[in-house]
């Protein structure tokens, strides 16, 4: 996957504007969790083509896109599963458009979906505002295009922000800063290259998107202003209604407010990896995406094979925090706001993990290493008999996150082996072996916790 911050054309020499000081605020560094909500007009028609890795060759990777927020593009593509479905579900002629008509959320509750993200763990909450079909959620003065003048006929950015802040969490807005298919008359996107040529770059459409931006900040003031696939190139220059002067703008007014870097200028918050792992901890704060299955929007073709298992999710979130970052877990709503079964279990095992070991995640910053995983003191092979760990540290504590449990024994760090204060989380008293100036000390895994996704230790140096 591309990696956003490394993106920051085009040279604009020495008129490149001067942008303020990308700040990531400790309320966002101690969050850990926060939950994309991916909702639109793509959650009517609700389908991709879900497909293992290396499945569909490269060349029709597009044809075949996983994303179902991605159908208005998709669907343009001759001869792909998503044509073929849309004209016999709706009719030859029935634009990607017309279904902003059938987009019925008379049923919608807002705290209700909200109640769920924040009962799941869930610090901050993100909603598509806008995205790359150009279907705006809330009521834009810019374009009639918009939640409160077609199907819902609902300001539904309005009612999610106030539902997020009503829960005690914060409140993240994403906007598709650049692409925007509705204003747009360029060919479908079919390969990674055309992400980035067929998109506007003009002033018109720049202009466009600062209004649209900074009616966002004037109306939400949100504590996250998440952009994705660049920005215009017409508005990366020093004109009022530039990137320079709306990044400005909203940290005067939201001066704890945090960006991410998927604007294409040197101007980075924190980093962003989507649906890719990330072998070591990174130095600077970031934050990994990706959706409970292959989507992020709701996609009813998929299944529990292609949904990720509660303890794959908890060793991810695990794996995340201990290398310094965020997990932005997304949630695709039906079309009529509620989250499928599939999707709310994940959620309830997930809540329920944090319920019990929280204080290991929340609030919590990286140790020396990331995590280890054992060896045989003899042979230097890995030893089955003890859990690879991964740790996380707040204070005086370092949490050891045991991620096989069953195996019963876990090796504490050398650095931690004359702890005297170690304890499972949950009050569970630890037992460990050895003694201080053995090669390796082992803490016993107590019989109650080896069924668990993952045990924490809490060492206290």
Excluded at 83 to 98: A, N, Q
């Amino acid at each position: 996957m591309l990696n956003f911050e490394e993106r920051t054309g085009p040279d604009l020499g020495a008129d490149a504007p001067a942008y303020p000081d990308a700040v990531v605020p400790e309320w966002y560094r101690d969050a850990k969790l926060g939950f994309f909500v991916h909702w639109g007009v793509y959650s009517v028609p609700a389908w991709g083509t879900p497909h293992a890795e290396g499945a569909v060759p490269d060349e029709d990777a597009y044809a075949h896109h996983q994303y179902a927020e991605w159908y208005a593009n998709t669907v343009r593509i001759d001869g792909s599963p998503t044509r073929r479905r849309h004209e016999e579900r709706y009719g030859v002629g029935t634009s990607y458009e017309d279904l902003a008509d059938l987009w019925d959320v008379s049923g919608f509750d807002a705290d209700a979906l909200v109640g769920d993200l924040v009962a799941a763990g869930g610090r901050y909450v993100v909603p598509t505002t806008k995205h790359h079909d150009g279907f705006c959620l809330w009521g834009t003065g810019t374009t009639p295009f918009n939640a409160v003048r077609r199907g819902p006929g609902r300001d539904l950015v309005a009612e999610i922000a106030r539902a997020t802040r009503d829960a005690g969490a914060r409140l993240g807005l994403y906007y598709s800063g650049a692409l925007d298919w509705h204003t747009s008359e360029y060919p479908p996107i079919e390969s990674s290259t055309d992400l980035f040529r067929l998109r506007r770059n003009d002033d018109t459409f720049a202009r466009y998107a600062a209004a649209q931006l900074r009616e966002l900040v004037e109306r939400f003031s949100p504590d996250v202003l998440w952009n994705d696939i660049d920005w215009p190139d017409a508005g990366k220059t020093t004109a009022p209604h530039g990137l320079a002067a709306l990044l400005r703008e909203y940290l005067e007014a939201v001066p704890d407010g945090v960006v991410n870097d998927r604007w294409g200028v040197p101007f980075h918050g924190f980093w962003t990896r989507e649906y890719s792992h990330v072998p070591e901890t990174l130095a600077h704060p970031w934050e990994a995406t990706r959706g409970l299955g292959w989507s992020f929007g709701y996609n009813e073709a998929e299944g529990p094979e292609h949904t990720i298992g509660e303890r794959e999710l908890i060793h991810l979130l695990v794996d995340v925090v201990s290398k310094n970052g965020n997990l932005l877990l997304n949630v695709g709503p039906r079309a009529d706001g509620s989250i499928p079964d599939l999707q709310r279990d994940r959620l309830a095992a997930l809540g329920r993990w944090l319920g019990a070991h929280g204080d290991a995640v929340y609030g919590t910053r990286p140790w020396l290493r990331s995590g280890d995983v054992p060896s045989d003191p003899v042979t230097g092979r890995p030893d089955p008999r003890r859990s690879p760990v991964a740790y996380t540290t707040r204070g005086d504590d370092v949490f050891v996150h045991v991620l096989e449990p069953a195996r019963g024994r876990v090796a504490l760090a050398p650095e931690l082996a004359g702890a005297v204060d170690v304890a499972w989380l949950g009050g569970a008293p630890a037992e460990l072996a050895g003694t201080p100036d053995d090669a390796v000390r082992d803490v016993v895994v107590p019989d109650g916790l080896r069924d668990a996704h993952v045990a924490v230790l809490r060492v206290r140096r």
